[in-house]
């Protein structure tokens, strides 16, 4: 209130980065139109004004998606110039070979694969994986990690990129707690129905949330390392699992890794940026496409495939 103009409230706001510790990111009120104006994963601002009857003018301003999360702050608040350095990508599948975020003790690149037969986590050392069920291996070494603890390096990884985006699907894993309130369990199905995960998407990208699982718990923030719920009733099938805020998939998407929807194709994208297929996909009010390059007008089943490599990334994206 009291400010001349908009540029002066602004200036006025920024100004608080004086009281702001980087060394011990959080919220204060010193502080909070400073940090919300920096907000990394804020992508839009409104501003409005109004006259006082004493001749001052007041400026609403509105933040979509909002900020000020507690515990996000170190990753959405940054010093001014890591602010301005360009993302990483971090997505598993850059480097052809492996999933490049998932990483065996030696280095090498790992890759998600379905298990021949019988084997055991090298880093939890728990739990037996039966012939068939999802793992990360890096045959080099002969080193393996279950759904639970890959996870925990996938991420990490994304997790200094995953300020905007849109979300990507950690199959059959959850985190837990953090939910906002009146989210909880909307859709206990044994099978996942992709137009409920849709609308349950929605509903998170209008609250700014960090991620969301497909059976309605949105959520403030993801913990580091996500848990394995394959063998809980209502988590089976593709589709099924946790989505995560992710900068390396277009914001309004998801992406389900490893899937595919048969059939349905207008016309096939032949570039090698998912940004560029998700715009072409949206001008032709499209659905979804894959990595493939095929743009579909609506989704059958959809069912774990290994696609053909985009950008990096093998799967299907769905348009939210």
């Not at 996870?151 to 707690?177: I, P, R, V, W």
């Not at 992406?255 to 996909?281: H, M, N, W």
Request: hydrophobic share 30%.
């Amino acid at each position: 209130m009291g400010h001349a103009n908009a540029e002066a409230a602004t200036d006025s706001f920024y100004s608080e980065i004086h009281q702001y510790n980087y060394e011990r990111p959080g919220f204060s009120k010193a502080t909070g139109h400073f940090t919300q104006l920096v907000w990394r994963a804020t992508q839009r601002l409104g501003i409005a004004a109004a006259q006082c009857p004493n001749g001052s003018r007041v400026y609403v301003y509105h933040y979509q998606p909002q900020g000020n999360y507690i515990g996000r702050f170190p990753t959405n608040v940054l010093p001014p110039q890591e602010a301005q350095m360009p993302h990483r990508s971090s997505s598993p599948g850059n480097t052809g070979g492996g999933d490049s975020s998932c990483f065996c003790p030696q280095g090498h690149s790992m890759r998600r694969v379905a298990t021949n037969g019988a084997s055991l986590c090298d880093s939890c050392d728990t739990g037996h994986f039966e012939q068939g069920s999802s793992i990360y291996s890096c045959r080099t070494c002969d080193y393996e990690l279950c759904i639970s603890c890959a996870s925990e390096q996938l991420f990490a990884a994304a997790a200094a990129t995953s300020a905007g985006g849109g979300f990507k699907l950690y199959e059959n894993c959850d985190s837990y707690g953090d939910d906002f309130d009146g989210c909880g369990p909307t859709w206990p199905c044994k099978e996942p129905h992709l137009q409920a995960v849709r609308q349950i998407a929605a509903r998170a990208e209008r609250m700014g949330a960090a991620a969301f699982n497909s059976i309605g718990c949105i959520k403030h923030s993801v913990r580091r390392k996500l848990s394995d719920v394959s063998s809980n009733n209502g988590w089976h099938g593709p589709g099924a699992g946790i989505y995560v805020r992710d900068s390396d998939v277009p914001r309004g998407w998801l992406f389900l890794p490893d899937t595919d929807s048969f059939g349905q194709d207008i016309v096939r994208y032949t570039g090698d940026c998912v940004f560029k297929a998700a715009r072409e996909a949206e001008q032709r009010q499209a659905v979804a496409f894959n990595t493939w390059g095929y743009i579909k007008h609506s989704l059958d089943e959809i069912k774990p495939k290994r696609c053909q490599a985009m950008g990096g990334m093998r799967g299907l994206f769905v348009r939210i």
